[in-house]
């Protein structure tokens, strides 16, 4: 049986390599695909290594290019990028859930019927898996947060608090 299928925007990845987690990522029972095209504008130059590591780049059918510029004209105030399109639609055409942490996506994604899931559910599997402990997770966050990251320090600090019990 083949691993499910997860579609990340730019922001997941790049927490995910801020926290040190890549290697644990790429031991949960899933693959992780990307549009080529947002690899190659976001990813390419700083984080190459995240081919090798497993992530495999997707390429999409023309009529959910169409469908991402469609998405991406239809919400010019919504601040979502063009890329952002693109992983959503590709999450679309593949049919499986999306990755990201960027709140404006992760709605407009519900609009088209598609899974959303985020750095802190990608963690949990982790911690759930024994891949990386309380500890561990919580030097990963705070690394994502040094790096920039948005995630919500109070949800944090709860999951945390959990994997503690």
């Known amino acids: 049986m083949s691993k499910?299928?997860?579609?990340?925007?730019a922001n997941i990845i790049i927490d995910i390599i801020a926290?040190?987690?890549?290697?644990?990522?790429?031991?949960?029972?899933?693959?992780?695909?990307?549009?080529?095209?947002?690899?190659a504008e976001e990813l390419q130059a700083q984080h190459p290594e995240i081919v090798s590591a497993g992530l495999r780049l997707y390429e999409l059918q023309a009529?959910?290019?169409?469908?991402?510029?469609?998405?991406?004209q239809a919400h010019p105030t919504r601040k979502v990028s063009a890329n952002d399109c693109m992983a959503l639609m590709l999450a679309k055409q593949e049919g499986?859930?999306?990755?990201?942490?960027?709140?404006?996506?992760?709605?407009?994604?519900?609009?088209?019927?598609?899974e959303v899931r985020g750095t802190?559910?990608?963690?949990?599997?982790?911690?759930e898996n024994g891949l990386v402990t309380a500890s561990e997770a919580e030097t990963a966050y705070r690394k994502m947060i040094d790096d920039g990251s948005r995630l919500p320090e109070?949800?944090?600090?709860?999951q945390l608090r959990m994997f503690r019990k």
């Open 63 to 72: 009529d959910a290019i169409n469908d991402a510029i469609n998405l991406f």
């Open 96 to 114: 499986c859930t999306l990755l990201t942490g960027d709140a404006m996506l992760r709605q407009l994604a519900l609009t088209q019927g598609v």
């Open 120 to 127: 802190l559910w990608l963690v949990q599997a982790m911690f």
């Open 19 to 39: 926290g040190g987690l890549v290697e644990a990522m790429f031991k949960l029972d899933f693959e992780y695909g990307t549009p080529d095209v947002l690899y």
């Open 154 to 158: 109070p949800e944090i600090r709860k």
């Open 4 to 9: 499910k299928l997860l579609i990340s925007d």
